[in-house]
């Protein structure tokens, strides 16, 4: 090796290249699309640097004092070119910034900064300096040929990234003015890189937003295109941003071509700072019941695109499409694990909060549009009151139900509590998969007599957020299928056929001789105030889960048994009391009444007989018992 500084050098890594080239390729990034937003990365910055420097040294921007990003294909070599005009690189540069794997000269530059005090806001990008190696990706071979600002010398950096690089003077009639050219030459299977929409749509979706212009040439030959202008949707005032501007951003980020339903845009401010432009969609996006549950916000650093894989959100908040652009998250080695920092944390409290807010306003002062968002994701947001305990009273008052009072509307907890009756402790409701077989239920026929409104539960996590025992506003939430109606303080809306309450000694008899006929297939059978109307019910003990929840967790193998139901009996029905009045002499009629209207229970929950064969007997008996009467 040669010290002459006029000399072509080739140089050994100053590390275990090899491996630490193959941990960049092959583990610290997953997608190869970054490589490109790496070296607008670097060529941003590069800009920025010359910018914080020309404040002291305006001469060093010469002629062209506009920064540029400019990106070049030329599909016939397979190769792609990203220039910029920024500071430059000297040779000791190069082999201080692209010689040495996790030390870049962004990283000493801030350090510079940061000694100096000064409070120029340098906006700088890739603290770490590997990058840049995400080019050996898509390439074969990568040449850099820089010129530093104010420098009469121009250098070549070359290397296929296998052990070793070449440094060597480059004629200045061959390099830029000012600036860094990066040249790549393709693998053969990344050649489709050099297709102008797809390096416009990867500029675009991932550096869109960087402060330096971005221009496109398609081919050799051709003339530039801008593709970026250098300024960012969400630091603009949102008072000079127009409809259709937020419209169509929307629909980049979300890949959709609805209209959003919502918009949130805000800059906080504080211990951290962070810009955020996020959108409720106008409809269901096609993966909002993905089984990973993931979010898809955007997260970048800087106005520069990190990844769109960020645990940003709550999961039930998924369904909200936007980025997040923080100035204060590191770039640290790996960009991807970006998400483990403590700072983002904080991002994710601060926003969550403030989307949950904005919600709440909407709903407030918006009622049709707040109604359509809670039609789409309202299954989605009801997770959280499972999965957010923190957040549950937030969430509560932003849920929407179906109910028997609400038609094809939606109630707001708020609005069933200030209905509720006197005399009415608790916020009753029923679980089930189907709004109109709830409706039908026998189970809420006492409570319709009441006028006592009942919220109608079709959706499978409301069985799991009711099983938490939450309460709203001091009323807890209580199934009508399960314990003690607790009706009988709250009058009928007829006062005036009110039945008597009181079984007869015969009922009371009857519903005995019930209990032990039907043995252990019930833990016991009592008289309903709850049916006014059907001759029996089932209903779940007081403590443990109701009908529905108990046959989801029986499905999904959580229960080693179920409880035993208890059978009601509404004692003033025809049917019961003719069955009460019967003599000791049809004790056998008796026992198949006493099975069948276990049956009618089950068949009116949604459920099977208990034994098929034994009630087809049983009801072969009671016809021909019919028809021998006749």
Same mark, same amino acid.
């Given at each position: ?253 979300? &890949?959709?071509? *609805? ?9 906080? %401010?504080?211990? $951290? /700072?962070?810009?955020? =432009? @996020? ?42 499409? &936007?980025?997040? *652009? ?9 960009? %991807?694990?970006? $998400? /483990?920092?403590?700072? =983002? @944390? ?285």
């Amino acid at each position: 090796m040669t010290t002459d500084t006029k000399a072509t050098e080739t140089k050994a890594f100053e590390a275990d290249v090899s491996r630490l080239l193959h941990m960049m390729v092959h583990s610290v990034y997953s997608d190869k699309d970054v490589f490109l937003r790496e070296l607008i990365s670097n060529a941003a910055d590069a800009c920025e640097k010359l910018r914080f420097e020309a404040v002291s040294r305006p001469e060093l921007l010469g002629d062209e004092p506009k920064p540029r990003i400019s990106i070049s294909a030329d599909p016939d070599n397979k190769q792609i070119t990203v220039e910029d005009n920024g500071i430059g690189m000297s040779r000791d540069d190069m082999t201080e910034a692209l010689g040495t794997i996790a030390r870049s000269g962004t990283r000493a530059f801030i350090e510079r900064v940061g000694a100096g005090n000064s409070s120029e806001d340098t906006q700088l990008i890739g603290q770490f300096g590997v990058g840049f190696y995400s080019a050996f990706m898509v390439a074969t071979h990568v040449d850099v040929i820089s010129r530093l600002a104010g420098s009469e010398e121009a250098w070549r950096w070359s290397s296929d990234g296998k052990g070793s690089y070449e440094i060597a003077p480059a004629p200045l009639e061959a390099a830029p003015k000012r600036g860094t050219r990066v040249v790549l030459h393709l693998m053969d299977n990344a050649a489709s890189y050099t297709g102008s929409y797809r390096l416009e749509q990867l500029a675009k979706s991932r550096s869109g937003h960087v402060p330096v212009p971005i221009t496109l040439i398609e081919k050799p030959g051709a003339e530039a295109r801008d593709i970026a202008d250098g300024t960012a949707l969400w630091v603009r005032p949102k008072s000079e941003i127009k409809p259709e501007e937020y419209t169509d951003f929307y629909r980049g980020v979300s &890949g959709q071509y *609805d209209e959003p339903a919502a918009t949130i845009h805000f800059r906080a %401010e504080g211990r $951290q /700072e962070y810009s955020v =432009l @996020a959108f409720v969609p106008g409809s269901r996006p096609f993966d909002l019941f993905d089984q990973d549950r993931k979010g898809r916000m955007k997260l970048y650093v800087r106005r520069v695109f990190i990844t769109d894989d960020a645990d940003l959100l709550p999961r039930y908040l998924r369904f909200m499409r &936007g980025l997040v *652009d923080s100035a204060d998250l590191p770039l640290n080695l790996s960009r %991807e694990m970006i $998400q /483990e920092s403590p700072l =983002l @944390a904080a991002i994710r409290k601060g926003l969550t909060n403030r989307v949950l807010g904005d919600l709440a306003k909407l709903a407030e002062n918006e009622t049709e549009s707040y109604a359509k968002i809670w039609e789409n994701f309202g299954v989605v947001l009801k997770e959280g009151l499972y999965e957010d305990h923190e957040r549950r009273d937030q969430l509560l008052k932003l849920a929407r139900f179906r109910s028997t009072a609400s038609g094809e509307g939606w109630r707001g907890l708020a609005d069933y509590v200030s209905a509720m009756k006197e005399g009415q402790k608790a916020i009753f409701f029923m679980a089930g998969d189907d709004r109109a077989r709830l409706e039908a239920s026998p189970q809420l026929e006492g409570f319709k007599a009441r006028g006592i409104e009942v919220l109608l539960l079709t959706d499978t996590v409301d069985s799991f957020w009711t099983s938490m025992a939450p309460e709203f506003d001091g009323k807890p939430f209580k199934s009508v299928t399960q314990g003690v109606a607790e009706l009988s303080e709250i009058p009928l809306l007829d006062e005036a056929n009110k039945p008597d309450a009181a079984a007869t000694p015969e009922v009371d008899g009857f519903l005995a001789f019930v209990k032990a006929a039907l043995g252990d297939a019930v833990s016991d059978v009592k008289p309903s105030d709850r049916l006014t109307e059907s001759a029996v019910c089932l209903v779940a003990p007081e403590h443990g889960p109701d009908r529905q929840f108990e046959r989801l967790l029986n499905a999904a193998g959580r229960l080693d048994k179920t409880a035993k139901p208890i059978l009601e009996i509404n004692p003033r029905h025809e049917r019961v009391l003719a069955l009460a009045s019967l003599g000791d002499d049809e004790q056998a009629f008796k026992d198949d009444a006493a099975h069948l209207l276990y049956d009618e229970a089950r068949v009116l929950d949604g459920d099977k007989p208990a034994d098929a064969r034994a009630f087809s007997e049983r009801l072969a008996r009671l016809i021909a018992r019919g028809i021998s009467k006749g």
